[in-house]
Structure formats: structure tokens, C-alpha cells
């Protein structure tokens, strides 16, 4: 069975650090590009950032570039979001997906929660 | 950017009537187009992609249609199970970017 399990997320002060983690199981991890999708409390589906199946490649919506790293272990099946000089508006569920040949994502995880309060 | 504009915003429909939601595309995004089904506290999942092409499992009651920039999502029968929050996606260019999402609510 195809699994993605996110952890990681919990309360941070503006300005803080927070690094997602998403583990993969039930398919050849290495074999695809991966994502972060997020959102806030109630609201819409924001898609934040991609990377490519050996990590050479990564895409990011503009309000996160420069502070988000999106990463990837593929040794451990592993896929990471680091989060810098988070604000308020960062708040929401992050989730991650698995991104298939037409660039969709199937399938999600569960989803952490990122709070960022002071 | 690309922006979506998903309607309506909330749809009131009765077990087993037809139910047709819309996504329209500020430029032409061809059939590089899916539509995602999330359910109260859960994860979304992919319905269509391709436009009209139905993902793994989901029933033939859900059909996707449109290209360029007007997209359509049509329940035949709405079941239970269907009563849900619907989202459209392009993945033509960078950014992605999704509709602000349809929900779809028993009457």
C-alpha cells in the first residue's frame, strides 16, 4: 500500500525554524518527484513547492522562495520541507503527495499542522 | 500566474440529482487540468486529471470535461459519500495553482 506520513509540524514564534518530514512506503520513492501542498485553517489548497526525482530540481510558489528548502533523502524514502523566517500567513496543514506522470498528486498524506504564533 | 476560479461556491443538491461544478482558467491551460475531492478532515484526493481521464477507483459517475480554459466537473448521482469540497488544478506552467474549491452540500 502506497503510505505518506508527514511529522514535524507543532507551534513556532514568527520568525522561527520548523522542518516537515514526509515518509514514503509502498513504491519506489526515487521513481518520482514529490510535493508540498498546504492549507490554512479553513481555507483553499495552496501548492508551496516540487523537486525532482534525484533532488536536481525544485520549484517554489513565490511567497515561500528564499525561506523554504524543499528536500529529499531517497535513501530513507524520505521527503523534507525546512522552513525559515516563518510568518503568521504561514500558518496551515501541510501536506505531501506524491506527483504522477501528469503532474497531479496522488496520493496525500495525512497532513502535519504548522502554527505560527507568538 | 494562472489563476482559477472555481463555481459556485457552495452547491445545495439532493441525494441523487446531477451536480456540475465549474473552474474557469485566466489563460489557456490546454487539458492540464485535474479535479481533487476532500472530505471533512481528511486528506484530498484525486478524482480526474487529463481534463476527463478518471484516476484509480473513482466510479464513472464522476466526469471531467473542458480544455483551454473552462473546465467541468459533473456528479451524475450524487451518493452520500460525495458530499464533499471539490478543487480544480492546472499544471501547465509554474506556478500550480487551484480553484478556491466548491462545496457540495446535501439540500
Known amino acids: 500500500e502506497v503510505q505518506l506520513v508527514e511529522s514535524g509540524g507543532g507551534l513556532v514564534q514568527p520568525g522561527g525554524s520548523l522542518r516537515l518530514s514526509c515518509a514514503a512506503s509502498g513504491f519506489t520513492f526515487s521513481g518520482f518527484w514529490m510535493t508540498w501542498v498546504r492549507q490554512a485553517p479553513g481555507k483553499g489548497l495552496e501548492w508551496v513547492a516540487i523537486i525532482k526525482q534525484d533532488g536536481s530540481e525544485q520549484v517554489y510558489v513565490d511567497s515561500v522562495k528564499g525561506r523554504f528548502t524543499i528536500s529529499r533523502d531517497n535513501a530513507k524514502n524520505s521527503l523534507f520541507l525546512q522552513m525559515n523566517s516563518l510568518r503568521a500567513e504561514d500558518t496551515a496543514v501541510y501536506y505531501c503527495?506524491?506527483?504522477?506522470?501528469?503532474?497531479?498528486?496522488?496520493?496525500w498524506g495525512q497532513g502535519t499542522l504548522v502554527t505560527v504564533s507568538s | 500566474e494562472i489563476v482559477i476560479t472555481q463555481s459556485p461556491a457552495t452547491l445545495s443538491v439532493s441525494p441523487g440529482e446531477r451536480a456540475t461544478l465549474s473552474c474557469r482558467a485566466s489563460q489557456s491551460v490546454s487539458s492540464d487540468f485535474a479535479w481533487y475531492q476532500q472530505k471533512p478532515g481528511q486528506a484530498p484526493s484525486l478524482l480526474i486529471y487529463?481534463?476527463?481521464t478518471r484516476a484509480t477507483g473513482i466510479p464513472a459517475r464522476f466526469s471531467g470535461s473542458g480544455s483551454g480554459t473552462e473546465f467541468t466537473l459533473t456528479i451524475s448521482s450524487l451518493q452520500s459519500e460525495d458530499f464533499a469540497v471539490y478543487y480544480c488544478?492546472?499544471?501547465?506552467?509554474?506556478?500550480?495553482?487551484f480553484g478556491g474549491g466548491t462545496t457540495v452540500e446535501i439540500k
Open positions: 503527495a506524491r506527483v504522477n506522470v501528469w503532474c497531479t498528486f496522488d496520493p
Open positions: 487529463a481534463a476527463s
Open positions: 488544478q492546472h499544471y501547465k506552467i509554474w506556478p500550480l495553482t
